[in-house]
């Protein structure tokens, strides 16, 4: 498996890929007549990505092997889409990564393709709003004799911004980490610490502690704003309980994790986040800019556009006002590959 980089794939894959939590999310949140079907008891995490290269800044995967009630194999696919607007195209991509997983359940020697059932948990600030069928995709109308011909499928929709938190289920770490994912974003990060890390106080301290380790871990690679005194004083107010054990838990912790670990590069961390935001923000802007002129762009173009630079990016908005075509777009992107 690919080294995991992002803050937001690296914690989806610690917080889901654990079974018992994987079970607990499972259970909770995919449909009852799906929870019914399904044995979800003991989900197994296969530890293979199917997402392209390209598109690991985007979007992450987990896939689970599972058993249908009467005893055949199936699978449960969670594709993670952590861009800040949903993707019109996922169910495009959805349909390439089903297809590998049963291109692979074919080379094990498998005669029956196996179900998938296929989710997509989003938890960027805006709402999903587009289609979640594969059809709608297609140029394609209800009356046409093609329409028997073209693949259909439906994905089921997790999305966190339309989930009130008072509805959120599960396990204090599943709660804490469903949490935290939805309010990543948001400007009220800091007032809804304490209750974020209030979820965790019913468990055991050791995994209390432990599960705290990986819920600021995230927090900080994600929002390197927050400073280590601003999390010390939360978990201060939350967590230590005067003569306790937990007191010298946490202090040990804070001290080595939060104050020594991440005081030492914080302003590097935080200076390499506001570049890495402004390079996405400018690609967002630039992608829609040129959609609109020219219309739907191929894969590759959006993919060589992602990797601009932020100085490019904006050579790139001003030269587009010119652009008439497509052919204009891939002449620019031609020329600056020649430049560098």
Excluded: C
């Excluded at 498998?110 to 059932?117: C, E, S, V």
């Excluded at 935290?180 to 990060?189: A, G, K, M, W, Y």
């Excluded at 010119?322 to 052919?327: I, K, Q, R």
């Amino acid at each position: 498996m690919a080294e995991i980089t992002n803050p937001h794939d690296r914690f989806f894959k610690e917080l889901l890929g654990q079974p018992e939590i994987a079970a607990d999310f499972l259970m909770n949140y995919l449909p009852p007549e799906v929870v019914a079907a399904l044995d979800l008891s003991a989900p197994e995490p296969v530890r293979d990505a199917f997402i392209d290269s390209e598109l690991q800044q985007h979007f992450s995967d987990l896939l689970y092997r599972v058993r249908m009630r009467e005893g055949t194999a199936a699978f449960v696919y969670v594709l993670f889409e952590h861009k800040s607007a949903p993707d019109s195209r996922v169910a495009f991509q959805l349909l390439r990564y089903l297809v590998r997983i049963w291109e692979r359940s074919l080379k094990e020697g498998q005669d029956l393709l196996p179900p998938i059932y296929p989710i997509v948990f989003h938890h960027g600030t805006a709402r999903w709003n587009v289609k979640q069928n594969f059809r709608s995709l297609v140029a394609v109308t209800d009356d046409s004799p093609l329409l028997r011909q073209v693949p259909e499928f439906e994905y089921y929709l997790l999305d966190l911004a339309a989930i009130d938190e008072t509805e959120l289920k599960g396990a204090p770490y599943l709660r804490a980490g469903l949490m935290l994912f939805r309010n990543i974003f948001s400007r009220e990060l800091k007032r809804r610490l304490p209750e974020i890390f209030r979820q965790l106080g019913t468990e055991p301290e050791q995994s209390l502690v432990e599960h705290l380790r990986t819920l600021i871990a995230y927090l900080s690679h994600a929002r390197d704003e927050i400073r280590p005194a601003e999390i010390r004083q939360t978990l201060e107010q939350t967590f230590i309980r005067q003569g306790g054990s937990m007191q010298s838990i946490v202090d040990e912790w804070i001290a080595e994790k939060v104050e020594g670990g991440r005081l030492k590069g914080i302003e590097e961390g935080r200076l390499r986040g506001i570049e890495e935001g402004r390079v996405e923000g400018l690609t967002s802007m630039t992608l829609r800019l040129l959609q609109k002129k020219l219309g739907s762009l191929p894969e590759v173009t959006q993919s060589q556009i992602s990797a601009l630079t932020a100085e490019q990016l904006e050579d790139l908005a001003v030269a587009l006002l010119d652009f008439n075509s497509m052919s204009d777009l891939e002449s620019w992107l031609q020329q600056r590959q020649h430049t560098n």
